[in-house]
Nanobody
Framework: QVQLVESGGGLVQAGGSLRLSCAVS????????MGWYSQAPGKQRELVAS???????NYADSVKGRFTISGDNAKNTVYLQMNSLKPEDTAVYYC?????????WGQGTQVTVSS
């Protein structure tokens, strides 16, 4: 089993920055890929960024050049650095860990960007 705990969300003005953290514990060796997803009210959850165990990253077009996903193996933590935030980035952000058997989700952290 894998446990994920997100932190770092909050309220920020447009143009500001936030860094989300996802602390990972459990059977970490089984994780193939880590990602951050966002879910705005009334919308489906969608991929924001992902990183493989080999360090390959992938970003949604809407965040390319503004967001950066990274991992710290020593701290078992995945980060999402969010710069130049826009009101449309407002959502609950979820950390996700994919294994060969099952995807795991964190509880989510709210990000609100005011105009």
């Amino acid at each position: 089993q894998v446990q994920l705990v997100e932190s770092g969300g909050g309220l920020v003005q447009a143009g500001g920055s936030l860094r989300l953290s996802c602390a990972v514990s459990g059977t970490i060796f089984s994780i193939l890929n880590m990602g951050w997803y966002s879910q705005a009210p009334g919308k489906q959850r969608e991929l924001v960024a992902s990183i493989t165990s080999g360090g390959r990253t992938n970003y949604a077009d809407s965040v390319k050049g503004r967001f950066t996903i990274s991992g710290d193996n020593a701290k078992n933590t995945v980060y999402l650095q969010m710069n130049s935030l826009k009101p449309e980035d407002t959502a609950v952000y979820y950390c996700n860990a994919k294994t060969a058997v099952y995807p795991y989700w964190g509880q989510g952290t709210q990000v609100t960007v005011s105009s």
